[in-house]
């Protein structure tokens, strides 16, 4: 168990929907990444938050955006989805926002049909 | 500017064998390595780190991994391959500059045949 926590495990959408992806880092980190990983575009990296500012962007789509709150959990919000979008959703933490060990989730499997 | 190159996308062992995944990277500062593994439908777990210390890292699972600065090598091995060390294996660089991010290698599928 990394302490990383990640809600839902499991969602099945239609296209056209919202989803909101949550995490809660380990106690203590205060980083936050976001990461999809699909089997024809392998791990991606979308975006890092630390304490609340976002630190760095990679791939993420304009339907999506995340944000970390004072709590230090984060939400991916994926909008107008499309069939591509499915695929596994990993949501990482570290402590500080460089150089790092980043502890992974068990990740939230996303379905569009 | 920081990169990571995994050189062999899959590889395939005898159980009981050697275990050799090949990770080069390129790093403009000290940079800090990981091997990550990935069992079918989990998460991402830590194997080992590499951090300026011993060159000589050891790992869970009886892996370990040799950073080698003159080769800029930071390879995974094993004496002897077990049917559970079957999983997709992901090298990952990341360093101290303010410009640095995390990059992963593209991955790395071990398959062990009995």
């Known amino acids: 168990d990394s302490g990383v926590t990640q809600t839902p495990k499991h969602l099945i959408t239609a296209t056209g929907q919202r989803v909101t992806l949550r995490c809660s880092p380990r106690s203590g980190d205060l980083s936050v990444y976001w990461y999809q990983q699909s089997l024809d575009q392998g791990l991606q990296f979308l975006i890092h938050?630390?304490?609340?500012?976002?630190?760095a962007k990679g791939n993420i789509l304009e339907r999506f955006s995340a944000q970390q709150f004072p709590d230090l959990h984060s939400e991916l919000n994926l909008s107008s989805l499309e069939l591509g979008d499915s695929a596994l959703y990993f949501c990482a933490s570290s402590l500080r926002d460089r150089g790092n060990t980043i502890y992974f989730g068990e990740g939230s499997w996303l379905t569009v049909v | 500017a920081q990169s990571v190159t995994q050189l062999d996308s899959h590889v395939s062992v005898s159980e009981g064998t050697p275990v050799l995944l090949r990770c080069n990277y390129s790093?403009?500062?000290?940079?800090?390595l990981f091997w990550y593994v990935q069992h079918p439908n989990k998460g991402l777990q830590l194997l080992l780190k590499?951090?300026?210390?011993?060159?000589l890292v050891k790992g869970i699972n009886g892996f370990e991994a040799e950073f080698k600065k003159s080769e800029t090598s930071f390879h995974l091995t094993k004496p002897s391959a077990h049917m559970s060390d079957a999983a997709e294996y992901f090298c990952v660089v990341s360093g101290y500059s303010s410009a640095s991010k995390i990059i992963f290698g593209s991955g790395t599928r071990l398959s062990i045949r009995p």
């Open positions: 590499y951090t300026s210390a011993a060159t």
């Open positions: 938050y630390y304490n609340g500012e976002e630190r």
């Open positions: 790093s403009s500062y000290s940079p800090s």
